[in-house]
Protein backbone atom coordinates (compact mmCIF):
# COMPACT_ATOMS: atom_id res chain seq x y z
CA UNK A 1 0.00 0.00 0.00
CA UNK A 2 0.99 3.31 -0.92
CA UNK A 3 2.09 5.89 1.97
CA UNK A 4 -1.11 8.11 1.16
CA UNK A 5 -3.62 5.68 1.46
CA UNK A 6 -2.42 4.04 4.90
CA UNK A 7 -2.74 8.13 6.32
CA UNK A 8 -5.78 8.33 5.04
CA UNK A 9 -7.13 4.95 6.91
CA UNK A 10 -5.07 6.56 9.95
CA UNK A 11 -6.77 9.73 9.53
CA UNK A 12 -10.16 7.73 9.00
CA UNK A 13 -9.45 5.38 11.99
CA UNK A 14 -8.71 8.39 14.32
CA UNK A 15 -11.56 10.09 13.25
CA UNK A 16 -13.86 7.58 13.49
CA UNK A 17 -12.60 6.71 17.10
CA UNK A 18 -12.69 10.37 18.11
CA UNK A 19 -16.60 10.04 16.89
CA UNK A 20 -17.57 7.06 18.93
CA UNK A 21 -16.13 8.51 22.16
CA UNK A 22 -17.98 11.72 21.91
CA UNK A 23 -21.41 9.73 21.55
CA UNK A 24 -20.25 7.52 24.00
CA UNK A 25 -22.13 9.59 27.38
CA UNK A 26 -23.58 12.54 28.45
CA UNK A 27 -22.78 16.29 28.75
CA UNK A 28 -23.01 17.95 32.00
CA UNK A 29 -25.75 19.67 30.06
CA UNK A 30 -27.71 17.25 29.44
CA UNK A 31 -27.44 15.50 32.78
CA UNK A 32 -29.02 18.94 34.51
CA UNK A 33 -31.52 19.10 32.26
CA UNK A 34 -32.49 15.80 32.95
CA UNK A 35 -32.90 16.00 37.03
CA UNK A 36 -34.25 19.76 36.42
CA UNK A 37 -37.02 18.35 34.00
CA UNK A 38 -37.96 14.83 36.58
CA UNK A 39 -37.60 17.84 39.31
CA UNK A 40 -40.39 19.14 37.64
CA UNK A 41 -42.48 16.62 37.47
CA UNK A 42 -42.00 15.35 40.99
CA UNK A 43 -43.34 18.70 42.64
CA UNK A 44 -46.08 18.42 40.46
CA UNK A 45 -47.05 15.30 41.15
CA UNK A 46 -46.57 16.09 45.43
CA UNK A 47 -48.71 19.14 45.16
CA UNK A 48 -51.58 17.18 43.08
CA UNK A 49 -51.03 14.25 45.99
CA UNK A 50 -51.23 16.49 48.64
CA UNK A 51 -54.88 18.50 47.32
CA UNK A 52 -56.00 15.06 46.99
CA UNK A 53 -55.15 13.96 50.74
CA UNK A 54 -56.73 17.37 51.79
CA UNK A 55 -60.23 16.73 49.76
CA UNK A 56 -60.35 13.18 50.78
CA UNK A 57 -59.91 14.59 54.36
CA UNK A 58 -62.62 16.69 53.76
CA UNK A 59 -64.92 14.29 52.42
CA UNK A 60 -64.27 11.73 54.89
CA UNK A 61 -65.04 14.25 57.81
CA UNK A 62 -68.13 15.20 55.87
CA UNK A 63 -68.98 11.47 55.85
CA UNK A 64 -68.06 10.81 59.35
CA UNK A 65 -70.37 13.51 60.44
CA UNK A 66 -73.21 12.54 58.74
CA UNK A 67 -72.41 8.98 60.37
CA UNK A 68 -72.80 10.32 63.72
CA UNK A 69 -76.09 12.54 62.88
CA UNK A 70 -77.76 9.04 62.16
CA UNK A 71 -76.48 7.99 65.32
CA UNK A 72 -78.09 10.21 66.74
CA UNK A 73 -81.16 9.63 65.19
CA UNK A 74 -80.82 5.96 65.28
CA UNK A 75 -80.23 6.43 69.31
CA UNK A 76 -83.45 8.61 69.51
CA UNK A 77 -85.56 6.40 67.46
CA UNK A 78 -85.08 3.26 69.64
CA UNK A 79 -85.26 5.31 72.41
CA UNK A 80 -81.83 4.43 74.08
CA UNK A 81 -81.39 5.01 77.71
CA UNK A 82 -78.20 7.09 78.01
CA UNK A 83 -78.69 7.85 81.87
CA UNK A 84 -80.35 4.48 83.13
CA UNK A 85 -83.22 6.37 84.20
CA UNK A 86 -85.49 3.83 81.95
CA UNK A 87 -86.65 6.38 79.83
CA UNK A 88 -85.95 6.76 76.13
CA UNK A 89 -84.04 10.01 75.96
CA UNK A 90 -83.80 13.11 73.72
CA UNK A 91 -80.05 12.42 71.53
CA UNK A 92 -78.12 15.36 69.65
CA UNK A 93 -74.59 16.66 68.54
CA UNK A 94 -72.78 19.60 69.50
CA UNK A 95 -70.82 21.21 67.36
CA UNK A 96 -67.79 23.43 68.10
CA UNK A 97 -65.53 26.26 66.24
CA UNK A 98 -62.76 25.93 68.89
CA UNK A 99 -60.23 28.78 68.46
CA UNK A 100 -56.90 27.87 69.26
CA UNK A 101 -57.53 23.90 68.88
CA UNK A 102 -59.04 21.62 66.48
CA UNK A 103 -62.76 21.76 65.78
CA UNK A 104 -64.76 18.75 67.33
CA UNK A 105 -68.42 17.69 67.25
CA UNK A 106 -69.85 15.41 70.54
CA UNK A 107 -72.82 12.72 70.80
CA UNK A 108 -74.90 14.07 73.99
CA UNK A 109 -77.80 12.58 75.15
CA UNK A 110 -80.09 13.43 78.03
CA UNK A 111 -80.87 16.99 77.48
CA UNK A 112 -82.62 19.72 75.49
CA UNK A 113 -78.80 21.30 74.84
CA UNK A 114 -75.27 20.07 74.89
CA UNK A 115 -75.04 22.14 77.96
CA UNK A 116 -77.59 20.06 79.67
CA UNK A 117 -76.31 17.01 78.78
CA UNK A 118 -74.08 14.00 78.86
CA UNK A 119 -71.46 13.39 76.25
CA UNK A 120 -71.02 9.84 74.97
CA UNK A 121 -68.93 10.39 72.29
CA UNK A 122 -65.92 13.13 71.16
CA UNK A 123 -65.25 13.47 68.09
CA UNK A 124 -62.21 15.86 66.46
CA UNK A 125 -62.01 17.62 63.23
CA UNK A 126 -59.49 15.58 60.59
CA UNK A 127 -56.35 17.76 59.96
CA UNK A 128 -56.82 20.49 57.31
CA UNK A 129 -60.60 20.40 58.10
CA UNK A 130 -62.42 22.98 60.35
CA UNK A 131 -65.84 23.64 60.82
CA UNK A 132 -67.09 26.98 58.85
CA UNK A 133 -70.70 27.13 60.12
CA UNK A 134 -71.11 27.41 62.89
CA UNK A 135 -68.37 30.13 62.76
CA UNK A 136 -65.06 30.66 64.63
CA UNK A 137 -65.41 30.75 68.64
CA UNK A 138 -68.91 29.36 68.63
CA UNK A 139 -71.07 26.07 68.73
CA UNK A 140 -74.47 24.88 67.78
CA UNK A 141 -77.00 22.03 68.55
CA UNK A 142 -78.80 19.44 66.97
CA UNK A 143 -80.97 17.98 69.16
CA UNK A 144 -83.67 15.42 67.77
CA UNK A 145 -86.85 14.96 68.98
CA UNK A 146 -88.29 12.03 70.92
CA UNK A 147 -89.58 9.10 69.04
CA UNK A 148 -89.32 10.99 65.29
CA UNK A 149 -85.42 11.53 65.62
CA UNK A 150 -86.43 14.93 63.95
CA UNK A 151 -84.65 18.29 64.72
CA UNK A 152 -87.02 21.34 66.31
CA UNK A 153 -85.80 23.06 63.16
CA UNK A 154 -83.88 22.69 60.38
CA UNK A 155 -80.16 22.77 60.74
CA UNK A 156 -77.05 22.75 58.86
CA UNK A 157 -73.26 22.78 59.19
CA UNK A 158 -70.28 23.39 56.98
CA UNK A 159 -66.89 21.63 56.70
CA UNK A 160 -64.12 23.40 54.60
CA UNK A 161 -60.32 22.83 54.10
CA UNK A 162 -58.35 25.33 55.58
CA UNK A 163 -56.40 26.02 53.16
CA UNK A 164 -59.05 26.12 50.63
CA UNK A 165 -62.55 27.22 51.94
CA UNK A 166 -63.72 27.28 48.88
CA UNK A 167 -63.73 23.56 49.10
CA UNK A 168 -66.55 22.53 51.76
CA UNK A 169 -69.54 20.51 52.20
CA UNK A 170 -72.97 21.27 53.89
CA UNK A 171 -73.77 18.87 56.31
CA UNK A 172 -77.95 19.86 56.60
CA UNK A 173 -80.78 17.98 58.08
CA UNK A 174 -84.46 18.72 57.69
CA UNK A 175 -87.43 19.31 59.09
CA UNK A 176 -88.37 15.68 58.69
CA UNK A 177 -85.25 14.38 59.48
CA UNK A 178 -83.10 13.58 56.21
CA UNK A 179 -79.65 13.92 56.89
CA UNK A 180 -77.75 14.87 53.23
CA UNK A 181 -74.57 16.36 51.92
CA UNK A 182 -74.22 19.00 49.81
CA UNK A 183 -70.18 19.44 47.82
CA UNK A 184 -70.11 23.02 46.82
CA UNK A 185 -66.33 23.31 45.26
Do not use: H
Not at 22 to 44: C, D, H, R
Not at 46 to 64: P, S, W
Not at 161 to 175: Q, R, S, Y
Request: proline share 3%; aromatic share 8%.
Amino acid sequence: MSVGVLDYMNKFLSLRSKIYIKSAGFTLIELLVTVAILAAVAAIGGINLFGYYNRQNLELTAEEITVLIRDAQNRTLVQQDGNADGQGDQWGVNFENRISDSDLARLFCCGSSYDLGTVVNTYNLRTGVELTDPGEGSSKDIVLSRLTGYPGVPASITVALKNNPAAFFIITVGAIGQVSRSPLE
